[in-house]
């Protein structure tokens, strides 16, 4: 391909996104075609021959586009999904340019001394102590396990084990606490660490899905030896946060290593209004957290965050021969891949883009926008809003009329129909025993009108079932 090739197909594709992005507020919210039919429209065997960029960018565009979801319109508030802004993309295509494999500071010096640099802006906008250590990982899923790999060392070094040499047989046992609704992640976590998903200590919840602060002391009171226990600032259905001034004291006086799973609620951390929920939480030890939720990095993008460096870089250093040392902070001795996309990059421009008072507002506005969703829909008689809005989180109950049951048969139909029709994306959860919708407003391009319109379909949609079925 000559060069002229090449940019044509760059150019082309750059016009294609930007059309694709600005039309993604009129595009229905839910994927046209379903996954077998993808299969279908994706399949085939292995061509004999290649094809040229041209053509299979063409085929791939018109064969995929059918089956995306609208995970950038401004009506999507499935999951906890960020929109991935044009900032962070961007920049990603720079990434994806330079092809660095961002694994030693001598082997690449931008992209590792950007992780350094986009370090401390994080640790700065999240208010965490300064001489914490980043590791760039792939999201909340490998930050809470690498955090909690450097737990594990040093928990069990302090009892005189080395485990990092020694692993996990014959090791003085380690006692894990948590909430009873910890998030299933961190179960993953535990997992992968040979600590076990089972063998935990549950701690009883309030309603929001919170510890207890009592019960979290009543079960720490009786461990005895290394002990790691994992708390929550963002509940994925209420928003909530785990009472940290209250619990943070008692870890630290059993000896406890305290982290945080912190995947977006870490972030209320940026808004001078919010920041009072997450009170507390830099007397943790580790923290984990996502790029790709509220800051909108391009996927895929995670924090770990380790108070004690020595600690996270003994949990995931690399020793290798032919990876040059030195002082510097080489980026694979945080995390736990060696050879890696450059994730600074992305960090970098979405910080630099948004600047501090737009991280603020950004999360002030999104859980402006969920309260204003909640009090849209809680206008309707028998829609209830289970949980306090205190973040960005609305836990819908439809049906309080009817009994459970039935209601939460009628809550799914509603859900189905609502994403049926695609005029915004809204999820599903069983929370306190009933079906509930979960809506999450985390997208960089929600407005009040998208708020009311969607909430307007969501009424719509739930009068729709409750007539048919009621
Ligand atoms: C999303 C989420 C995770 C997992 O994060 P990934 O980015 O999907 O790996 C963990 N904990 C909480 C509370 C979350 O919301």
Redesign the pocket.
Known sequence: MTQNDFASVLTRIAEYAAAYRAGAPARSHRPEIGYADMLERLGGAIPERGASIDALVTELIERAEPGLAAMTGPRFFG??IGASAPAGMAVDWLTSTWAQNTGNAHATPSASAIEEVAGQWLLDLLDLPRESSVGFV???????FTCLAAARGEVLRRAGWDCEAQGLFGAPPIHVVLGEEA????FSALKYLGLGTSRVVSVAINREGCMRAEAFEAAMRNLDGPIIAIA?????NSGAFDPFIEIAPIAKQKGAWLHV?????LWARASRELASLGAGVELADSW?T?G??WLQTPY?S?YAIVRDRDAHRRAMLIAASYLPEGNERHPADYVPELSRRARGFGTWAMIKSLGRTGVADMVSGHCALARRMADRLASEGDIEIMNEVVLNQVAVRCGTDFDGERADALTQRAIARIQREGECFVGGAVWGGRQIIRVSVIGAGTTEADIDRSASAVIAAWRAERALNG
Request: aromatic share 6%.
């Open positions: 999951w906890v792939t999201g909340a899923t490998i930050a809470n998030h299933s992640t961190v929550q600032a963002g509940h994925i799973d912190g995947a977006f609620g984990g996502d790709h939720k895929d995670g």
